[in-house]
């Protein structure tokens, strides 16, 4: 039974219940109706009888029937013996009765070598002396007849009855299970053939298979999204640590062939630490990269008023303070991760700075339009031409390299729109070359907005 699958299980438990059931039913019918039958035979023979009382009349000690005298009526036959017991008038079918004494109100059962009978004797009297017996008998109903019947019955409509309760009982338990089969085989799907794409997709509902293969979805999309993450995070470090890779190697190279005089050999050092620099910004920009996109960062939205948040963020001694204005139109409070927002506005109170033009203003501000929260950097820098806007927001893209400083590496831009997108927000970027930039966070206020 191991090796069988639920259904037949199922199938195979239900129909030997129903077997059993329609075993103990059938026992039930034949004790009940047995007993029906011979109640109502005894109860047809009594009122026969006693309705022959009546038409019983001896005139002159000879015996007179009534016209209404029943010899045979519904199944009762009735004759009439003598004081000394000699038939009078009906006809006796069974010789075996003849032998049979009377037992005046005795009803009785009689054995012949075919049937049975119930039998009722009734003492008419005529004054002291004189009377005579009426005896009234039906055939009692066999023991066995109705059992047969029954029996015969049972075993034509029971195997039909099982076989339609067996199909039934499969069929209900092969559709009820269909869903598993469905979440089985994308599962399998998604094992062997490595196709994280694969979802299941049954429709939304409350019961145990809906919610079971809803939640192997989730997992599925937790499945390949880590596992895309992985990947972009191997092919993005192998492909950007190369070069710096390839720096150090060749300086090393170069610093154990030849002697170096004591600058040569300083520069050589303070190049290893610059690709150092550099290869731990990517690596560290990448794993929290890869971290969010796995959602594997444990986060909280908190509840920030931003004029306080953007406050406390613009005033790090490291940003030049007269050439940095914030403005807070309006008190916001907004659901925020606030983490990953301060990610997010330094790297573009940085990259504002970073490439403005010297002596430059950086101002930051929030404001609200519509349904939205705006958080705005604004430089008057180098701006960017119309088609690098697009580019600048992809991975290690860098308009000049030269101007990123040391760990830049062209990943901040990524990084803040994959934390605008965890806020169910985007950015938008306007851009004049050579008059500067602004970079503006839009943040939905109608779920996040708390005000
Ligand atoms: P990084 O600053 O490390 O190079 P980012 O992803 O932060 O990388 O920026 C990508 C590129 O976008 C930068 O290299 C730069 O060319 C351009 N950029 C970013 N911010 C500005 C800005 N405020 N003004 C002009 N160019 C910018």
């Known amino acids: 039974m191991r090796n069988f699958s639920v259904k037949v299980k199922i199938t195979v438990w239900l129909t030997l219940l129903m077997a059993l059931l329609a075993a103990l039913l059938l026992a039930f019918t034949i004790s009940i109706s047995n007993a029906v039958a011979s109640k109502s035979a005894k109860s047809q023979l009594s009122t026969v009888v006693r309705d022959n009382i009546a038409q019983v009349h ?27 017991e000699s038939l009078l008038a009906g006809r006796l079918p069974v010789s075996a009765f003849e032998k049979e004494a009377f037992q005046n109100g005795g009803m009785r059962m009689v054995s012949t070598q075919e049937e049975q009978y119930f039998v009722l004797d009734i003492w008419v009297p005529n004054g002291w002396e004189s009377g005579v017996w009426l005896r009234g008998f039906i055939e009692a109903p066999g023991r066995f007849q109705t059992t047969r019947d029954l029996l015969f019955v049972s075993l034509v409509a029971l195997p039909v009855f099982l076989a339609l309760a067996a199909l039934g009982s499969y069929r209900i338990s092969k559709r009820a299970f269909r869903p598993l089969n469905s979440i089985i ?38 499945l390949e999204r880590s596992f895309e993450a992985e990947q972009q995070f191997t092919a993005d470090a192998s492909h950007e640590l190369r070069t710096p890779v390839s720096i150090i190697k060749g300086a090393c190279e170069y610093a154990r062939k030849y002697d170096e005089t004591p600058e040569e050999r300083q520069e050589t050092i303070s190049m290893i630490y610059r690709q150092t620099l550099k290869m731990y910004g990517i690596i560290s920009q990448l794993l929290s990269m890869m971290r969010l996109d796995q959602g594997t960062e444990p986060l909280r939205k908190e509840p920030v008023n931003l ?9 790090d ?28 506005m330094r790297n573009l109170v940085e990259n504002a700075f970073k490439y403005g033009k010297p002596g430059g203003h950086v101002w930051v501000s929030a404001y609200r339009e519509k349904d939205e929260i705006l958080l705005q950097v604004r430089d008057d820098g180098i701006g960017i031409c119309a088609d690098q806007q697009d580019k600048i927001w992809q991975r290690f893209y860098q308009v000049d390299s030269s101007r990123s400083g040391e760990g830049g590496v062209g990943l901040g831009l990524a990084m803040v729109r994959q934390i605008a997108k965890l806020h169910g927000g985007y950015m938008t970027l306007s851009s004049i070359p050579d008059a500067g930039s602004s970079f503006t966070f839009h943040l939905p206020a109608e779920q996040d907005d708390i005000n």
């Open 317 to 344: 001694p490291a940003y030049d303070q007269k050439r940095l204005t914030l403005d807070v139109s309006e008190d916001m409070t907004a659901l925020v991760y606030p983490e990953l927002l301060s990610r997010l």
């Open 307 to 315: 004029g306080q948040f953007l406050n406390a963020l613009c005033v």
């Open 58 to 84: 001896m005139v002159q000690n000879r015996l007179d029937l009534g016209e209404e005298f029943d010899f045979y009526r519904n199944g009762v036959s009735t004759l009439v013996y003598s004081k000394n």
């Open 185 to 222: 085989a994308t599962a399998e799907a998604v094992n062997e053939a490595k196709d994280l794409s694969r979802r299941i997709g049954l429709p939304v509902g409350k019961d145990e298979f809906s919610r079971l293969a809803g939640t192997f979805d989730q997992l599925f999309e937790r």
